[in-house]
């Protein structure tokens, strides 16, 4: 059982859920709301499913990201009434609930079909879940301008949710070393993902997303999704990008290592990582995610001069020109929760030279981010750039030298605090 803090906490967050989900309830006239859990679809033409991960606010009420076909009623001024599907079944394991103080929070049934609930004077009711699981449900669907309330909810963090993803973070280390200590070793891809699975003790199924695990020129594709069974005949480089999910919170992180004589690599991702912790350094209250964002592409910059990659173009002029974005082409990082890329991170969209960015918020305390600067060789968007009249700049015999080593990451995940900010990756809580 987690330790008597976390547990006291969990029942702090869900009295504040209560607080929350009564304000927005009744500012859009609600009597009530129906959440259901979801269910993993099953494969086209096939009795086999996909992979499941709980419907988000199910699991920011329960933690239970991996409970199908249940259902979560919330009525103002009452508790919430958990309806968990566990079917006397010989085919399945019914998994079974921790003994944990919160339960006692919520009315609980155990049922064994799948369908809705039927509910007593729900008033109005909102149901909100997965579509194709709502048919035939009694009330209104998926409100648009409820969701988006409900989406609100899930920004600020309570302590319960920083301590959740700060163990989430923990957990995940342990795999990044072992994936480290793997690569040091000669082994594939498969092989380093396996090594991560062991230390973390979460298979693949479970994790927050599958994790991103590319040698060479394979940490050039951003979200690879691919693990050779076979390592390469020299290892140059190792990118991996992977997380764990605790009590439905999840962490995202990323590393990068050159491999032995990588000498020029080597000396990329430590001024690399020295910019990602002065970008770390500015997430506070008050800061506007898109400004750290933008100084993001002024530090790939400077970068790129110190290494001799670019000559004869200004910081200000690589970034105006576009030289930076194919170097660096996706945004600084995103919202982090129940789940990877977190709800409600663009209020508004993104400026037209981070098209590519999750969040376009002014940041607060309680909401966490990641910060994930990136500094890749990708034929597609460098021979663009070598084509035309910025190419004269570019050192054309240092990108060819490290174009097989496919590109760097580093990502930490950051808690915006009323005093600043805490680095959950590096230091914890």
Known sequence: MPNPTLLSLQRDHLSELQSRYETVLAEHGYDSVLIASGAAPYRYGDDQSWVFHGYGPFVHWTGLAGQEHSWLWFRPGRAPVLWLYQPVDFWHATPELPDEPWRAYFELHRRQRPEAPALTQPGRLAVIGDPSLLAGVPGEHNPGPLLAALDETRVRKTGYELACLAEANRRALAGHRAARDAFAEGESEF????AYQRATRQREAEAPYHS??????????????????????????????AGVRYRGYCSDITRTTAGPGEGRFAALIHGLEQLQQRLCALVAPGVSYVEIHRKAHLGIAALLSASGLVRGLSEEDQVATGV????????????LGIQVH????????????????????TLEPGMVVTIEPGLYFIPSLLQPLLDGPQGRHLDQTLLAELMGCGGIRIEDNVAVLASGAQNLTRGGL
């Open 324 to 335: 930076t974005r194919a170097f660096f082409p996706h945004g600084i990082g995103h919202f």
């Open 212 to 241: 991103i695990i590319g040698l060479n020129e394979h940490a050039g594709t951003l979200h690879y999704q691919f693990y050779d069974t076979r390592p390469p005949g020299r290892s140059r480089s190792l990118l991996i990008d």
């Open 342 to 361: 977190d709800v409600a991170g663009r209020p508004v969209p993104p400026p037209a030279d981070a098209p590519f960015l999750r969040l376009t918020r």
């Open 191 to 194: 092989g380093i993902s396996l």
